[in-house]
């Protein structure tokens, strides 16, 4: 029997994730939970992991209440940054789903982005994929956003300036108190550099590309080349790849093969699913950002 399906990542937020479900606006069968969990090394992590987890507990209270199931897929904090691994995760999870004749939403009010984001561009690219071939597929597969009222993140900031004027005005000696030290630091740093601060080494550097769903579908033979250079890796030109496409397809290695390869490659490129960088008079052929989460979200 079908079913109405949300997939939710769980951030710092609780009512923007349950009240279009518990107030009637859309009807769930189901909810996945997608949460975190914090490393024991990082004590900021490891607080922003007890604020999700407890959002995620009150989440899953509140719908067995309302007699909708609940599952929940645990990820690590390394794998929340790591957009390549989310984004087929969260297209096989998807895909399934509507494989099995559900109706499919995504709720991407909450934190963390990299994750919501995933799903939001897996939803767009299955939809851009598959609605010549999957009747009535935007009217299956759904992604919302839900605004707040108000951000308690501005009265925390208001709260610590009265407080910090009222140590102010209690006294002299109070200014050089641990706690009032703290209050002013903290507000100093809000001041200049906002409700963040720094950036987390990723190892791969400060940012994380969200590549863009290509518009074009991949014919039998162009997943052919996809699937070999993501087995093999990159080709220093096209005559390596097409001559060892050839071995592992038992096909004879000739001009003709060849020039089929170089024409099904430069479709690829142009599509954006291969990146081709030219090393004297070779052209370095391998999957782009977008060909290898192809690759993981097209097995075989």
Known sequence: MAEQVHYIP??????????????????????????HDGDPDNDDTEEAARLAG?????????????DVEVESIGLEVDELYKYERLYPMAYDQLLDELEEGNEVYVNISSMPRTTAFAYATAADS??????????????????????????????????????????????????????????????????ENGVTEGVRDLNEGMHIEFPSSPGSNVEDFEGDVLHFLGAEGTFSSTSELAEQMAAYLNEEYNESFRSRVQYNVSNLEEKGYVD?????????????????????????
């Open 126 to 191: 299955i939809i851009a994929e598959y609605q010549q071939e999957v009747e009535g597929i935007r009217e299956r597969l759904h992604t919302y956003y839900v605004p707040p009222k108000r951000y308690l993140v501005l009265d925390m900031i208001q709260r610590l300036r009265e407080a910090k004027g009222l140590l102010e005005d209690m006294g002299e000696d109070l200014r050089v108190h641990p706690e009032y030290i703290k209050i002013r630091e903290l507000l100093d740093k809000i001041d």
């Open 54 to 66: 407890n959002m995620a507990n009150q989440l899953e209270r509140s719908f067995d209440l309302l």
């Open 10 to 35: 769980v951030g710092f937020d609780f009512e923007r994730l349950i009240h279009p479900i518990s107030k009637g606006e859309m009807g769930a069968n189901r909810v996945v939970l997608v949460t």
């Open 276 to 300: 081709r960088e030219k090393h004297g008079n070779r052209l370095e052929t391998k999957l782009s950002k977008v060909g290898e989460m192809w690759v993981e979200t097209h097995h075989r």
